[in-house]
């Protein structure tokens, strides 16, 4: 019985070489790093990270809309007058003109300006972001501070959340589209002198960290899913290759056989003359 000391694979199959392996696992691994940072240059790989982008934009069209109408009903509830649904009206218009201009930037197909709509995208998230600033400054003559504070913190929470769970194929995103509420909401209730300022304002820059680090873990994922994915596509692509170079010797193998075959047939035939 052979061993497995004695097959010319032992190094793949032989499992107790532990080292060998650990050192065969890490030398591919090496190589496939190597293969995903080359991909991650190239403009079709930015291409499709800002389609994944605009792709999620496009879906959020009605949701997010959606949800700033029934937040505008919740202040309605808690005593704000007819300008919360005013605000609500400009902020849905202003996401589905992101989503607009998303379907838009798909349309254009693979004829495109990379930097101009990466640019384009950012300076609309900074106008999504304007709206909140917008809703942060609304008054409410008909409520006391303290749940008109607890108001603005949740919702600016859950839009954050929301945002980062749309646009983590730009994380960058949360910062330009809340920022500037996050500084206005400290701005206008810092001189209040409420109980619940300090942890509303702590709990919007905890959710601000928070989602953003989320974020930055999806974007990880997707990179590295297209990346592995442009990867398995070169791969298959050389096996293509491989294979079709195979064929071309194979058939010149079989033409030259047959060529010795004929011409032992006709030197045969020759020599029997």
Not at 40 to 45: A, E, G, R, S
Not at 47 to 66: D, M, Q, R, T, Y
Not at 244 to 266: P, T, V
Request: charged share 15%; aromatic share 10%.
């Amino acid at each position: 019985m052979v061993s497995v000391e004695n097959l010319p694979d032992k190094t793949i199959v032989d499992r107790r070489k532990t080292v060998r392996n650990r050192d065969l696992r890490k030398t591919v691994q090496n190589s496939r790093d190597r293969l995903v940072e080359q991909s991650l240059t190239t403009p079709k790989f930015t291409s499709e990270l800002l389609k994944h982008h605009a792709n999620a934009l496009e879906s959020s069209i009605l949701a997010v809309p959606l949800l700033i109408v029934l937040a505008s009903f919740a202040g309605l509830a808690i005593g704000f007058n007819a300008t919360i649904v005013i605000w609500a009206i400009l902020a849905s218009g202003l996401y589905a003109g992101m989503g607009i201009m998303s379907r838009r930037f798909l349309d254009l197909g693979e004829d495109i300006n990379l930097s101009r709509w990466k640019n384009i995208f950012f300076f609309g998230h900074i106008v999504l972001g304007l709206s909140w600033v917008l809703l942060i400054w609304i008054p409410c003559s008909g409520c006391s501070a303290e749940p008109v504070i607890l108001y603005k913190a949740v919702l600016l929470v859950v839009a954050i959340a929301v945002t980062a769970t749309i646009s983590y194929a730009m994380p960058l995103s949360i910062g330009a589209a809340f920022i500037l509420p996050t500084i206005a909401f400290t701005i206008k209730y810092a001189s209040t002198q409420t109980a619940n300022f300090i942890p509303a304002t702590a709990f919007i820059f905890t959710a601000m960290l928070f989602f953003s680090f989320i974020a930055l873990r999806l974007h990880r994922s997707t990179i590295l899913s297209f990346a592995y994915q442009n990867e398995n596509n070169a791969l298959i692509a050389e096996l293509e290759m491989a294979r079709s170079i195979s064929d071309e010797a194979r058939r010149r193998a079989e033409e030259s056989n047959l060529a010795k075959s004929r011409f032992l047939a006709s030197m045969s035939h020759e020599l029997r003359t």
